[in-house]
């Protein structure tokens, strides 16, 4: 009777192991993501007839912290650390030109604007 039981407790045991190792796989990591918003209110038209010009706007330059979606704090005097969990949604020099895009062209102060990436001629 006992040489039946010792299969049984075995496998009852095993079976226990195995189901109690899944609860101790690591919970899965949330990367949070950050946008920069634009709260200000654009009037439609500032004025009632745009220039006749289409502005075509430049890559916006900056340093490197700027140009890269990681999210950096100061670890020394010299040196710059990514935060682990946390990522600009894209990098803030390119959502920065995105609202100037949006806002200049939202004004009416022009006939069209552009970027200059996209090739199209313009006057300014």
């Given at each position: 009777?006992?040489?039946?039981?010792?299969p049984?407790?075995?496998?009852?045991?095993?079976?226990?192991?195995?189901v109690?190792?899944?609860?101790?796989?690591?919970?899965p990591?949330?990367?949070?993501?950050?946008?920069?918003?634009?709260?200000?209110?654009?009037?439609?038209k500032?004025?009632?007839?745009?220039?006749?010009?289409?502005?075509?706007?430049?890559?916006?330059?900056?340093?490197?912290?700027?140009?890269?979606?990681?999210?950096?704090?100061?670890?020394?005097?010299?040196?710059?650390?990514?935060?682990?969990?946390?990522?600009?949604?894209?990098?803030?020099?390119?959502?920065?030109?995105?609202?100037?895009?949006?806002?200049?062209?939202?004004?009416?102060?022009?006939?069209?604007?552009?970027?200059r990436?996209?090739?199209?001629?313009g006057?300014?």
């Amino acid at each position: 009777m006992i040489k039946k039981l010792i299969p049984i407790t075995l496998c009852l045991v095993l079976t226990a192991l195995v189901v109690t190792g899944c609860n101790f796989r690591p919970k899965p990591v949330t990367i949070r993501t950050y946008v920069i918003a634009s709260n200000v209110k654009i009037p439609e038209k500032l004025v009632s007839k745009p220039y006749p010009y289409i502005l075509i706007l430049s890559p916006v330059l900056g340093a490197l912290p700027f140009r890269t979606q990681k999210i950096l704090y100061r670890s020394s005097d010299v040196t710059l650390g990514p935060y682990l969990l946390s990522r600009w949604e894209f990098a803030p020099t390119h959502m920065l030109m995105v609202k100037m895009l949006d806002a200049i062209s939202n004004s009416g102060l022009f006939k069209g604007v552009t970027y200059r990436a996209t090739g199209a001629l313009g006057n300014l």
